[in-house]
């Protein structure tokens, strides 16, 4: 019986390891923690990893163009997969979230972040434009 007791705690956590995670782990709110001009490993640090280096360009002054992509969640989407997963026995941690990640670009000039913002928001003739002023 004591066994029986103690294992519940641990089948509540594997079950809910799927799903739920993600959404938390992805969070958009994490974008608050940017700061233009920061370093790509401060960046690293505060965010995560990138789920994808889109590439690298030189742009018109010579400068390397560096593009992030992170996939980030609306934080409501854990908390609606979450309630949901109670009442249906947790069969929607086992899926994946409902919403699509929201996809956000990071624009690096050598190191430093020059702009961030939503994939869709960026058009590619800006791209040769972005500039570092250094002093």
């Given at each position: 019986?004591?066994?029986?007791?103690?294992?519940?705690?641990?089948?509540?956590?594997?079950?809910?390891?799927?799903?739920?995670?993600?959404?938390l782990t992805y969070n958009k709110d994490k974008l608050t923690k940017l700061d233009?001009?920061?370093?790509?490993?401060?960046?690293?640090?505060?965010?995560?990893?990138?789920?994808?280096?889109?590439?690298?360009?030189?742009?018109?002054?010579?400068?390397?163009?560096?593009?992030?992509?992170?996939?980030?969640?609306?934080?409501?989407?854990?908390?609606?997969?979450?309630?949901?997963?109670?009442?249906?026995?947790?069969?929607?941690?086992?899926?994946?979230?409902?919403?699509?990640?929201?996809?956000?670009?990071?624009?690096?000039?050598?190191?430093?972040?020059?702009?961030?913002g939503r994939a869709g928001d960026w058009r590619p003739d800006v791209i040769m434009?972005?500039?570092?002023?250094?002093?």
């Amino acid at each position: 019986m004591k066994k029986l007791i103690l294992s519940i705690p641990l089948l509540f956590f594997l079950l809910n390891g799927c799903g739920i995670l993600i959404p938390l782990t992805y969070n958009k709110d994490k974008l608050t923690k940017l700061d233009l001009l920061m370093s790509k490993n401060d960046v690293r640090i505060r965010i995560g990893e990138p789920d994808e280096i889109r590439g690298s360009i030189t742009n018109v002054d010579g400068d390397i163009v560096t593009v992030w992509q992170y996939d980030l969640y609306p934080k409501s989407v854990a908390l609606i997969n979450f309630a949901f997963g109670i009442p249906l026995f947790t069969l929607t941690w086992w899926l994946p979230p409902l919403k699509a990640p929201d996809t956000y670009w990071m624009y690096f000039v050598g190191d430093k972040l020059a702009q961030w913002g939503r994939a869709g928001d960026w058009r590619p003739d800006v791209i040769m434009q972005i500039r570092l002023k250094q002093e």
